[in-house]
């Protein structure tokens, strides 16, 4: 498990002052931009709700990418 997940599981305040930023970031335009276009490229490549598969974006892309699997599109973003 990545540092920061461990982090915000033992630290309950510091987790809720963190779902309160999220939840308002998720609400700007930005946020709002960033959910729509994971969710058209989602469609596009067909990937069904609950599927272990992440619709994995290509360098620089908001609109194009490949299905890939969630723990190697999101370990692509961890420190070894």
């Known amino acids: 498990m990545a540092e ?3 982090y915000y599981r033992k630290n309950k ?13 998720n609400k700007t335009d930005k946020g ?6 994971a969710q058209k ?10 599927s272990k598969m ?5 360098k620089g892309s908001k609109t194009s990418g490949r299905p890939q ?3 190697k599109n999101r ?5 070894k």
Do not use: M
Request: proline share 2%; hydrophobic share 25%.
């Open 13 to 25: 305040k510091a987790r809720q002052k963190r779902l309160v930023q999220q939840t308002k970031y």
């Open 69 to 71: 699997h969630r723990s």
């Open 54 to 58: 992440d619709a994995a974006h290509y």
């Open 4 to 6: 920061t997940a461990e």
């Open 75 to 79: 370990q692509s973003r961890t420190k």
């Open 32 to 37: 709002k931009s960033i959910i729509r276009n």
């Open 41 to 50: 490229l989602r469609a596009k490549l067909e990937i069904p709700k609950g």
